[in-house]
């Protein structure tokens, strides 16, 4: 009936520089309408859908749409869309490559 459903996945797979912000769409759609959250693996499940609005919680980066996070350790991160119904997920691999000498003088 209104289970979420993910409508705009981050990419599979991801380069960035270390200290460089990614932006990550995530977006779902549902009835009634999922609340959405960027979250790395050591976020429980169970935790993030049963928490009302109160998302202080560390590995959650950004609750709405598009995510705009700054990330230091390589590895999954997950898109979960959430609602009474239940929950979708999408995976995304982010490989940080440490900054060499050079890349900080470019500008």
Same mark, same amino acid.
């Given at each position: 009936?209104?289970?979420?459903? &993910?409508?705009? /996945?981050?990419? +599979?797979?991801? %380069?960035?520089?270390? #200290?460089? @912000?990614?932006?990550? $769409?995530?977006? =779902?759609?549902?009835? !009634? $309408?999922? *609340? @959405? =959250?960027?979250? %790395?693996?050591?976020?429980?499940? /169970? %935790?993030? /859908?049963? =928490?009302?609005?109160?998302?202080? *919680? ?10 705009? &996070? $700054? @990330?230091?350790?390589? #590895?999954?991160?997950?898109?979960? +869309?959430? *609602? ?5 997920? =999408?995976?995304?691999?982010? *490989?940080? $490559? ?8 470019? !500008?």
């Amino acid at each position: 009936p209104g289970f979420p459903i &993910i409508t705009a /996945t981050p990419p +599979a797979y991801v %380069d960035i520089m270390q #200290g460089d @912000v990614v932006l990550l $769409q995530c977006n =779902a759609e549902g009835k !009634p $309408q999922p *609340n @959405v =959250a960027m979250t %790395d693996l050591s976020v429980d499940l /169970t %935790d993030l /859908t049963e =928490a009302d609005e109160d998302y202080e *919680n560390d590995g959650i980066y950004s609750v709405v749409g598009d995510a705009k &996070i $700054q @990330v230091f350790e390589s #590895g999954w991160y997950r898109c979960v +869309a959430w *609602n009474k119904h239940g929950y979708d997920l =999408a995976y995304t691999y982010i *490989n940080v $490559q440490k900054r060499t000498e050079a890349a900080r003088e470019d !500008p």
